[in-house]
Structures are given as structure tokens and as C-alpha cells.
């Protein structure tokens, strides 16, 4: 397919048209020689985005989400590559549920997708997974993800191990032992209310640990959703000190707080929960200072039976990939808190590197992965527009910038917004 978008404004190019070719991008040619011309009437284009912590939910839980579903609404969110987290069922903690997983998404045809696969097998925290089996067959990372890696000595093991397949460990930075019971973050807010809480503690507790046993064997890690301000400060501090150390953060802990949750509304409930203002204003001078490596969605799509409940016995997690570009450039760089070379980054560059995917490229040659948003006017997010099964957001009705208007994968079209 020929392909050409014009009239738009190209992320580090100065250019108005881009050209793609056999899904490459390309020189110029002649616009009657194309298969199709997209107007982009002044809309921005980027790189493809790519999330590094999604959870799509099949194998096991399709009445969630399947990856034809999860992938279609990444596509509509302007992201051309996700990593399925590996919680499934059965686990994907052998090679045979990485090779399924691989075969749906090439069905399915909307997204690149990277498996993560199993720290320990059954996500049970006792015996390694089949890294080395699973990377042959396409993991890209492991992680016991939505579980931590349950002892320091196992994490010992993973970080090891992984290391002779040169492929990253993602934790899930919760001490379960503090938290099993709560609900929502800890604080004036969970007393007041009645609902039981989380303490900060159970996710810097995890975080110190990590970074201690990484200092220690001089071997990376990588520090899922982290949301507090005790966090951050220590994988900063570690950092400056060389440790290898990375870690990332969501949208919503950089715009809500757990004052939502005197709504009672489920959308808000979340592992990690969301905090005070103090730890979202430490996430946000964390993004901007550049500790936080990574923005990710944690999209965790669940079936309204699952949400729609009490508070305290509704699931945790809320779907974010259609909404999660929207909401960084509106409360990230709109602002000037973040550049939009700053965003790109924590969005494309910096998840491609950790995972070595070789991915954001846009100079003639590069698979042709990019979307194009429109960032000047403003527009209502609205949940029933959402290609995700899940209808879990607490953004409904959010005026944001940042809209979608395409999404092209390996020169394909995988999303175009329909006047």
C-alpha cells in the first residue's frame, strides 16, 4: 500500500507530508501514485506509541478483553506496539501460551505485540519460569505482574537468570504481606470514609528492595506503576549513584488522587491505589525531572459485574489505552511541565530501548509505525466510543487534547476517526 498523509506538522521533521511504501517510509513521489492521501489538516504526527505494561486479558479472561479488542483500542489510542502482562489463564509462563498469544495478534493485525512473560511459573512465586524457552519464542521481559516477585531471593534468581538472556524483569511494586485488605491508599480520606487502606509503605518497601538486591549483583531492574512520593525519591537517589534502575508511572497518578474515592465510585479503585495531591505532585516532578522512565496505561479492562459492586469488593484497575496520550499531553506538556520530546520519550523511545525493540524511528526506511493526533482543539472523551470491552475509565466526560485522527502500523491503517 502507498500511503500519504499531508498537511501536517512531522514530530522532528521538517516536513508537511510524510510518504509511505511497502510498509516503509519513503521518498517522495507522485500523489497520483498512491492508494490513498489522508488529509491531516494541520494535525501533529508522532511516532507509534508503544505501552509497556497492558493487560489484554486472553488468554482466559476474553469476556474482559481479547487481543483482537485490546488491540483495536490501542490503535485508537495512537499506540502501534503493547506488552501483555502475563496473568492470563493459563499463565503465560511456557512457550506454547507466548506462540498463541503471538498468533492472535497477527490475526488480529492492529498492534505489534510483545509478550511479557512469567517471573515464576504459575505467577506462584516459588519455581523460575521457562525464561529461556519463552524468549526463544518471543517474550521480551518477564514479571510476576499483577503479583511482585514474592521473595528477595526469588527476585534474586529472576535478575540472574534474565540476565543471560538479556531481557529486563518488571516488578509490581507492592508488599503484599502490608496490603492484602486494603482497598484504597491510607490517610485522612480511607478514615473518613470507613474504607480500609493501603499503607505507602507496602510499595516503598518493595522499591527499597529491589534496588538494594540490583546494587548489589550491579544487574537492572525495572519498577512497574510506582505512585509515591518515597519511591520516587528513593529510584532517584539510586540512580544518581549508578544503580540500574528504571522504572514507570500511569496517567492516573498524575491526575487523580484518592480524594476520588469519597464518590465510592469503582473506577477510581486501583493496585496501587491512587494517592494524596503530595505523592501525584512527586510523580509529576519525578516525570519532569526525568527519574520516571516510562509512561504506561496498566489498561486493565473488566467486565461491569466485576466494577459495578461495593467499593471495597469491586476489582482493581481501570482501561487507559484510549485515553492515556490525551491525558498526558494535556497534563503534561499543555501546561510546559514536559516537552513533547520529553513525551515521546517516556512513550516511545525509552519503552522500545528498555525492551529492545528498535521501534519510533521515522527516517526513510523504518517500518512505518506512527499516528497522527490532533493537538490543537479540544474534545470530550466519552467511554462508549471506546473499542475496549471494558467500560472501567474514570475519565468519562473529560475535555482533553490530543484526539486520534489515524493510526498506521507497518504501512496498514489500524485506526482512522470517522467524522
Known amino acids: 500500500m502507498r500511503l500519504i498523509v499531508k498537511n501536517c506538522k512531522v514530530f522532528g521533521k521538517d516536513t508537511d507530508t510524510i510518504y509511505v511504501e511497502d510498509g516503509k517510509f519513503a521518498d517522495k513521489y507522485d ?20 505501552d509497556m505494561h497492558v493487560h489484554l486479558r486472553e488468554p482466559g479472561y476474553e469476556y474482559r478483553e481479547t487481543i483482537a479488542t485490546g488491540t483495536a483500542a490501542a490503535a485508537r489510542g495512537g499506540f502501534t506496539a503493547v506488552c501483555p502482562m502475563p496473568n492470563t489463564d493459563p499463565v503465560c509462563d511456557n512457550p506454547a501460551v507466548v506462540s498463541g498469544i503471538l498468533k492472535k495478534a497477527q490475526e488480529a493485525g492492529k498492534c505489534r505485540v510483545y509478550p511479557i512473560g512469567a517471573a515464576s511459573k504459575g505467577l506462584a512465586g516459588k519455581e523460575l519460569a521457562e525464561i529461556g524457552l519463552m524468549k526463544e519464542a518471543g517474550i521480551v521481559a518477564v514479571s510476576d505482574d499483577g503479583k511482585p516477585i514474592a521473595t528477595a531471593g526469588l527476585m534474586r534468581k529472576v535478575l540472574e537468570y534474565a540476565s543471560d538472556f538479556d531481557i529486563p524483569v518488571l516488578n509490581h511494586c507492592e508488599d503484599y504481606t502490608i496490603d492484602m485488605e486494603g482497598a484504597m491508599n491510607e490517610g485522612i480520606v480511607s478514615t473518613s470514609i470507613g474504607i480500609k487502606g493501603i499503607p505507602t509503605a507496602s510499595e516503598d518497601i518493595m522499591i527499597a528492595r529491589d534496588i538494594i538486591i540490583a546494587e548489589y549483583l550491579g544487574l537492572p531492574t525495572h519498577e ?46 486501583m493496585h496501587p491505589p491512587l494517592r494524596t495531591e503530595e505523592h501525584k505532585q512527586a510523580v509529576i516532578e519525578a516525570i519532569a525531572d526525568g527519574t520516571v522512565d516510562c509512561i504506561v496505561t496498566d489498561h486493565a479492562p ?67 509505525d506512527f499516528a497522527v493526533f490532533d493537538l490543537e482543539n479540544e474534545f470530550v472523551f466519552d467511554k ?4 475496549t470491552k471494558g467500560r472501567n475509565t474514570p475519565y468519562d466526560g473529560w475535555k482533553l487534547y490530543g484526539e486520534t485522527q489515524l493510526t498506521v502500523m507497518g504501512g496498514n491503517i489500524t485506526y482512522e476517526k470517522l467524522c
Open 384 to 387: 462508549n466510543k471506546m473499542l
Open 224 to 269: 512497574c506503576h510506582v505512585s509515591t512520593k518515597g519511591g520516587m525519591r528513593m529510584i532517584r537517589d539510586a540512580k544518581a549513584r549508578g544503580v540500574k534502575v528504571t522504572c514507570e508511572t500511569c496517567p492516573h497518578y498524575f491526575t487523580l488522587t484518592d480524594k476520588e474515592c469519597e464518590s465510592f465510585d469503582s473506577n477510581f479503585k
Open 31 to 50: 500523489e497520483s501514485k498512491a492508494d490513498r492521501v489522508f488529509d491531516a489538516k494541520g494535525a501533529t504526527v508522532l511516532p507509534g506509541l508503544i
Open 302 to 368: 473488566h467486565h461491569q459485574d466485576e466494577k459495578v459492586i461495593e467499593f471495597s469488593l469491586a476489582n482493581n484497575g481501570i482501561v487507559g489505552l484510549e485515553s492515556s496520550f490525551a491525558l498526558s499531553y494535556t497534563y503534561l506538556v499543555k501546561p510546559g511541565i514536559i516537552t513533547m520530546e520529553r513525551l515521546m520519550d517516556l512513550m516511545c523511545y525509552n519503552p522500545s530501548k528498555l525492551l529492545g525493540l528498535g521501534r519510533g524511528g521515522m527516517d526513510v526506511g523504518d517500518d512505518a
